[in-house]
């Protein structure tokens, strides 16, 4: 066997490696592309052509559709910006302080608390939104955004613990005890010095998380009832049987799923760090 | 009086991890105590005032079920078929992915792109892909393939079960991130020894690169199993549960008799035991692998 053959026979097992994955990549998001054609259809066409490349009929008709029309949409995407700001904010921030104080302080009783967490994380949603419900419906939280936001802050919590505790245990200690020295307050040295450390972490929680929680459902599903507090995962699934009309539908989906897209297009190394972390300490 | 230094430490230790174990008692913990009490009662919150305390009669009624335990059996199916989909799949594909040089990003873009998509979103856009008349599954069947066939996947059960179990697996690319990385950590030197001594490449995959990713693998395989035992949006999105209970999970089961049926003991008792099973398994393959 010459050199030569062995580069032919390299080159050819390089080529259906690649001809492979193509065809696998282009499997997993053709659900999106479709979505995409199809909500740029006229919705007169889209009966009678369900093809992906009618582009005669190409239109944006769809999404004005959609802004003139008394849709919930809106009322729902607003409930889900809401819902995922305010618990993003608490996930990250108490989950940093949280992760600082279990990986640079050694208390009474820190290893069980974490061993609690650990074991709280494997209980699934379901579990815990049966007493959640009936609490929530004593003290008036149920179908409120608040109440929509403290459960999707309890669950995440432990996650975004244990990623800040991976980040915080990489930098030295040290830069602790000098900034005591010079008569920094523990809060401020956390503040001032070691949260803008650890902005790499504090990155990927929020990217993986925001995605996380626009996306909540199970919590949304029990402890919404109407549309003043539901957010869009969960109402955009009633509109099913209201209208069964596909253009529109598409669109309407694709404007649910963009903010998770976008995020994803300008920050996938942080959601493939934060994925990777994340199951190394969970 | 001046506190020791060690004690001054531990306290701001505690204090900086005091906002979350408010959260998690709160929110978690305590919902968890509360569901096991419920679990022990019967609470129908349209007729009871109060929960009723009934011992583990809720457990001895669920095992006695039909509806509880051909649910469980579905439960398994899901599980089960999570080991050749959710990471034997995923494990070829982490393979190729790291065996190539170049355009590794584009692919990985289309893999990964499902993971952040909601998982409720996700499964309408494949209600209305799988749609029988003007879906594109059977457009794609029947004007480019030509086949004088129309899928319905919602008719019978089993059918609704495979295409629920193969839409589930959508989301396989977040098992592919890890098995990249995994492989990422195999020691170069040692598959360079072996392809001088003359080693192809399915036995470097075989004897190499596979034994040192076996901790990815149980996280993966885990992950996998989880994510089968609980699904539960995409028999709320696409079937509810139909036709003919065919695919209703314990998961969704345990939503149907809390949520729908009102039933909060029986329902957290459903949840109870969907948990055990959960941390079994994950249980059982820690030392199946053998990981520390």
Redesign the interface.
């Known amino acids: 066997m010459s050199l030569h053959d062995i580069t032919v026979k390299d080159q050819l097992v390089t080529a259906s490696k690649h001809v492979t994955l193509l065809i696998t990549a282009f499997i997993f998001v053709f659900p999106i592309f479709y979505i995409i054609m199809t909500s740029l259809k006229d919705s007169n066409f889209v009966l009678s052509s369900p093809g992906l490349f009618d582009f005669k009929h190409l239109t944006i008709n769809n999404y004005l559709r959609i802004s003139h029309s008394s849709l919930k949409l809106w009322r729902y995407f607003w409930n889900s910006t809401l819902i995922t700001i305010s618990a993003l904010i608490a996930v990250v921030f108490v989950g940093a302080a949280a992760g600082y104080g279990f990986a640079k302080f050694r208390f009474p009783g820190r290893k069980i608390l974490l061993i609690l967490i650990v074991l709280v994380m494997t209980f699934p949603v379901g579990a815990i939104v049966i007493p959640l419900f009936i609490v929530e419906f004593k003290i008036g939280l149920l179908d409120t955004v608040i109440g929509l936001v403290l459960p999707n802050i309890s669950i995440n919590l432990p996650f975004s613990i244990f990623i800040m505790q991976s980040v915080y245990q990489t930098l030295p200690a040290e830069l602790i005890d000098s900034a005591e020295i010079d008569g920094c307050s523990p809060f401020r040295t956390w503040w001032e010095i070691m949260l803008p450390l650890s902005k790499n972490g504090l990155l990927v929680v929020t990217v993986l998380y925001f995605s996380v929680i626009w996306g909540e459902y199970t919590i949304g599903k029990t402890l919404s009832l109407t549309s003043g507090s539901m957010p869009l995962a969960v109402g955009l699934t009633l509109l099913r049987g209201e209208d069964w009309d596909f253009a529109l539908m598409s669109a309407i989906i694709l404007i649910g799923i963009l903010p998770s897209i976008l995020v994803f297009l300008f920050f996938r190394k942080y959601i493939q760090s934060g994925i990777t972390i994340g199951s190394v300490k969970g | 009086m001046e506190l020791s230094r060690t004690a001054q430490?531990?306290?701001?230790?505690?204090?900086?991890?005091l906002?979350?174990?408010i959260?998690?008692f709160?929110?978690?913990?305590?919902?968890?105590f509360?569901?096991f009490v419920?679990s022990l009662s019967k609470y129908n919150?349209l007729y009871d005032t109060s929960p009723v305390f009934v011992g583990f009669a809720n457990y001895i009624q669920a095992f006695g079920d039909p509806l509880f335990i051909n649910a469980t059996l579905r439960t398994f199916i899901f599980a089960v078929a999570s080991i050749p989909f959710g990471v034997l799949i995923p494990l070829g594909?982490a393979l190729?992915?790291s065996?190539?040089r170049k355009?590794?990003d584009?692919?990985?873009?289309?893999?990964?792109?499902?993971?952040?998509?909601?998982?409720?979103?996700?499964?309408?856009?494949?209600?209305?892909?799988l749609?029988p008349s003007?879906?594109?599954v059977?457009?794609f069947l029947q004007?480019i393939l030509h086949l004088q066939y129309q899928f319905q996947w919602n008719v019978d059960g089993v059918t609704s079960l495979i295409t629920i179990i193969l839409v589930s697996q959508?989301q396989l690319?977040?098992q592919v991130?890890?098995l990249v990385?995994g492989l990422k950590s195999v020691d170069h030197e040692l598959l360079e020894a072996a392809k001088i001594d003359g080693a192809n490449?399915i036995q470097r995959i075989l004897y190499i690169k596979i034994p040192q990713i076996k901790g990815t693998l149980a996280?993966v395989t885990i992950?996998a199993l989880?994510k089968g035992?609980?699904t539960?949006?995409q028999p709320?999105?696409m079937s509810l549960g139909g036709p003919d209970h065919a695919t209703e999970t314990l998961?969704f089961l345990?939503?149907k008799t809390?949520?729908e049926m009102h039933r909060?003991g029986y329902?957290?008792t459903m949840?109870?035991i969907?948990?055990v099973l959960?941390?079994l398994s994950?249980l059982f393959n820690l030392k199946a692998f053998k990981v520390e």
């Open positions: 430490k531990s306290i701001t230790g505690f204090v900086f991890t906002p979350s174990l959260f998690i709160s929110m978690l913990l305590f919902p968890l509360y569901s419920l919150v594909i190729l992915l065996s190539i355009f590794s584009i692919y990985e873009i289309g893999l990964y792109l499902p993971i952040i998509i909601p998982l409720s979103l996700g499964s309408l856009i494949f209600v209305l892909i749609e003007i879906g594109y059977n457009y004007q959508w690319g977040y991130v890890l990385a490449e996280v992950f989880i035992f609980k539960f949006v709320m999105v998961y345990l939503y809390g949520f909060m329902a957290s949840a109870y969907l948990s959960i941390l994950s």
